[in-house]
């Protein structure tokens, strides 16, 4: 079966890093990009950015760029997120997807069960 | 960037009605790479459609997508209770950001 594993819910303060998690199975994690949604509490989808664990080539949303850093071990098949200094506006549901067809920028077709990151002092 | 608006916000009907939901694009989508997800409360997004008009796996008929260039629509032609929920498009495919639109919520009447 494909899926997509994230890790669990985070709470944290303003100031600290974080690094979440979705971990691949099912298929070959290095042919297929994988991309990271935003969903602030009962607001809609935003697209953050997307890696291709392959070679690890990342694209970012200019409104995500230099907010958050996409990375990926291919080793454990394994794509991050993670942010420096969290800000309370960070508070959201954080869903990882992949792509339908391999190497491709094609619909999402497989989504984690998203990871919800709370950022309160 | 691509801007995509869908209309309306909010579509009040009952069972068994047919839904139908717009989403227009600021600018033409390369290949009518435009995907409609819905989402239940508490759930992921799921992929209905993709290409404009092709169902994912699994996806009852009566979701149909169509549209090109910088309109599209998506219909449900007979709501059943589990169909209410928030749909929102994509689109995919180009240069980044692969924008949604804002969503529109089919709620019970």
């Known amino acids: 079966e494909v899926q997509l594993v994230q890790s669990g819910a985070e709470v944290k303060k303003p100031g600290e890093s974080l690094k979440i998690s979705c971990k691949g199975s099912g298929y070959s994690f290095t042919s297929y990009w994988i991309g990271w949604v935003r969903q602030m509490p009962g607001k809609g989808l935003e697209w953050m950015g997307i890696?291709?664990?392959?070679?690890?080539?990342?694209r970012y949303s200019p409104s995500f760029q230099g907010q958050v850093t996409i990375s990926a071990d291919k080793s454990i098949s394994t794509a991050y997120l993670q942010w420096s200094s969290l800000k309370a506006s960070d508070t959201a549901m954080y869903y990882c997807a992949r792509p339908s067809a391999p190497a491709a920028w094609d619909a999402f077709d497989i989504w984690g069960q998203g990871t919800m990151v709370t950022v309160s002092s | 960037e691509i801007v995509l608006t869908q209309s309306p916000g909010t579509l009040s009907l009952s069972p068994g009605e047919r839904a139908t939901l717009s989403c227009r694009a600021s600018q033409s989508v390369s290949s009518s790479y435009l995907a409609w997800y819905q989402q239940k409360p508490g759930q992921a997004p799921r992929l209905l459609i993709y290409?404009?008009?092709s169902r994912a796996t699994g996806i009852p008929d009566r979701f149909s997508g169509s549209g090109s260039g910088t309109d599209f629509t998506l219909t449900i032609s007979r709501l059943e209770p589990e169909d209410f929920a928030v749909y929102y498009c994509?689109?995919?495919?180009?240069?980044?950001?692969?924008?949604f639109g804002q969503g529109t919520k089919v709620e019970i009447k």
């Open positions: 890696i291709y664990p392959g070679d690890s080539d990342t």
């Open positions: 994509q689109q995919y495919g180009s240069s980044p950001p692969e924008t």
């Open positions: 290409g404009a008009s």
